[in-house]
């Protein structure tokens, strides 16, 4: 978990095309303390998810439940690019743009909306995580770990997405879990959700 936060926070680092990969020391201290930007974030994005109905301590209850699965994902995300930071200074890795991204999972969210026949149905939902996602970013941005001017060396976005997914799936996020989980949320309040929770497949 602190992993894929930390990943998420020197996304948004410095502002030049090039820039010094980071050290797997600074990284290990942007992992330490990578979970006290969370709540912060948390706190400042939640009205997204409350204009829709929900209530907040109501569906952290379903990511809870859930939090076996999410720590196995982020473990293999960790696996799979753990090797992404420098043992020693003087490299550089292209300048990564937290924005594109988020254009990439975006573009993997739609593409598997679009497969459950669900395009017109997810469109609020589809709004709403775009902009919790940009208010998440702008939060992040702020946490010191993204202030190091430095990258990781990592593949494509898009590569990053599937393999975010392929780990997500080994970890146990199957079409009846995912269902679980919006049925979760719905009764958290976000009864929009209810005609569309049966018809999602996860693929």
Not at 26 to 42: D, F, I, L, R
Not at 73 to 90: Q, T, W
Not at 121 to 141: D, L, N, V
């Amino acid at each position: 978990m602190r992993f894929i936060i930390t990943l998420t926070l020197l996304a948004a680092g410095a502002n030049a095309q090039m820039e010094r990969q980071c050290l797997c020391s600074e990284v290990q201290t942007c992992k330490n303390s990578a979970m006290n930007a969370v709540q912060p974030c948390v706190d400042r994005c939640q009205g997204h998810a409350i204009a829709m109905g929900a209530s907040i301590p109501a569906v952290r209850q379903c990511i809870m439940s859930h939090e076996g699965q999410i720590r196995a994902g982020a473990a293999c995300l960790e696996a799979a690019f753990g090797n992404s930071c420098a043992a020693r200074p003087g490299l550089t890795v292209p300048k990564r743009f937290p924005e594109s991204f988020q254009i990439a999972a975006m573009r993997e969210i739609t593409a598997m909306i679009k497969r459950s026949g669900l395009t017109t149905e997810a469109i609020p939902f589809i709004a709403a995580g775009r902009k919790m996602a940009e208010c998440a970013g702008t939060c992040a941005r702020q946490h010191s770990c993204s202030r190091l001017g430095c990258g990781l060396s990592l593949p494509s976005d898009n590569i990053i997405v599937a393999t975010a997914k392929r780990c997500a799936i080994q970890a146990g996020l199957s079409t009846p879990v995912a269902r679980q989980f919006c049925h979760c949320v719905a009764n958290a309040g976000v009864r929009t959700l209810v005609p569309i929770c049966d018809r999602i497949v996860i693929s």
